[in-house]
Antibody, heavy 121, light 107 residues
Framework: EVQLVESGGDLVQPGGSLRLSCAASGFTFSSYWMSWVRQAPGKGLEWVANIKQDESEKYYVDSVKGRFTSSRDNAKNSLYLQMNSLRAEDTAVYYC??????????????WGQGTTVTVSS | DIQMTQSPSSLSASVGDRVTITCRASQSITGYVNWYQQKPGKAPKLLIYGASSLQSGVPSRFSGSGSGTDFTLTISSLQPEDFATYYCQQSYSTFYTFGQGTKLEIK
């Protein structure tokens, strides 16, 4: 079964850091782009980041550039999101998702269950 | 950034109704739009990709159309399990964006 399982969400103070993880199973993780998408409480979906199979390309939404870094360990079938300088507006459920890029268009075909990040003092 | 605007923001309908949700892009995105369904407390689910291609396992009552800037998601005959929030998403740009969502409620 194709599965993504996120972990690492927590309550953190403004300015703090957190590292999210996403464990993949049931497919060849190293063959796929991967992504992070978040959803603030009661709000819509917001794309956060895309990362290529070999990490040679990474893309971020403007609001997290310079603060968040996505990485992956293909040997461990794992995706990560390092979040620094956290702000209240980063409070959200964070989903990892598998990104299909070919054939176009890019689309998220497998999603994890999400992990909750709360930024508050 | 490419903005995606959905209409309506909410919609009330009955089981068996035909429903259409619209998504408009701020610039032409050819056919690079996808549609997702999300139920409360759950992850989104891919329904339609490339404007009109049905994702594997998705019932055929769901269909998509459009190109350029205007796109539609149609549910031909609403079923009880279809009451959810629907999002469009563009991947024409390297920086993806979602519409604000359309909440489909039971009348």
């Amino acid at each position: 079964e194709v599965q993504l399982v996120e972990s690492g969400g927590d309550l953190v103070q403004p300015g703090g850091s957190l590292r999210l993880s996403c464990a993949a199973s049931g497919f060849t993780f190293s063959s796929y782009w991967m992504s992070w998408v978040r959803q603030a409480p009661g709000k819509g979906l917001e794309w956060v980041a895309n990362i290529k199979q070999d990490e040679s390309e990474k893309y971020y939404v403007d609001s997290v550039k310079g603060r968040f870094t996505s990485s992956r360990d293909n040997a461990k079938n794992s995706l990560y999101l390092q979040m620094n300088s956290l702000r209240a507006e980063d409070t959200a459920v964070y989903y990892c998702a598998r990104l299909i890029v070919l054939p176009a268009p890019g689309r998220f075909d497998v999603w994890g269950q999400g992990t909750t990040v709360t930024v508050s003092s | 950034d490419i903005q995606m605007t959905q209409s309506p923001s909410s919609l009330s309908a009955s089981v068996g109704d035909r429903v259409t949700i619209t998504c408009r892009a701020s610039q032409s995105i050819t056919g690079y739009v996808n549609w997702y369904q999300q139920k409360p407390g759950k992850a989104p689910k891919l329904l339609i990709y490339g404007a009109s291609s049905l994702q594997s396992g998705v019932p055929s009552r769901f269909s998509g159309s459009g190109s350029g800037t205007d796109f539609t998601l149609t549910i031909s005959s609403l079923q009880p399990e279809d009451f959810a929030t629907y999002y469009c998403q563009q991947s024409y740009s390297t920086f993806y964006t979602f519409g604000q969502g359309t909440k489909l409620e039971i009348k």
